[in-house]
């Protein structure tokens, strides 16, 4: 099975996600790439709100690929704030 992992990157008025494949050759390959120009009311929102539009974009353009693999894919992005959003807690 080969590992899956979603890269998020944002500017001020564009979102991109890009959905990557690493092969025996211990490479990442792109699979998929998605943009979006944000509308008027999402150019407001903070960095980390963004960051996260970006992230549920991207979960939700390729819900139907990201479902049927058995393993656990990576979310990448380059805030450092989402960490602790994105990592596995065990709740009571």
């Avoid at 959905?19 to 008027?40: E, F, G, M, N, R």
């Avoid at 380059?78 to 959003?85: A, M, P, Q, S, V």
């Amino acid at each position: 099975m080969l590992l899956i992992r979603v890269e998020t990157d944002i500017l001020d008025f564009i979102l991109g996600v890009y959905l990557l494949q690493k092969h025996t050759d211990k490479i990442w390959h792109p699979v998929a790439y998605y943009s979006k120009k944000l509308i008027l009311l999402e150019l407001n929102y903070n960095i980390y709100n963004k960051e996260l539009l970006s992230i549920v974009a991207a979960l939700k353009k390729w819900r139907v690929f990201l479902q049927s693999i058995i393993e656990l894919f990576i979310v990448k992005t380059d805030y450092k704030n989402l960490i602790g959003f994105l990592t596995i807690k065990e709740l009571n």
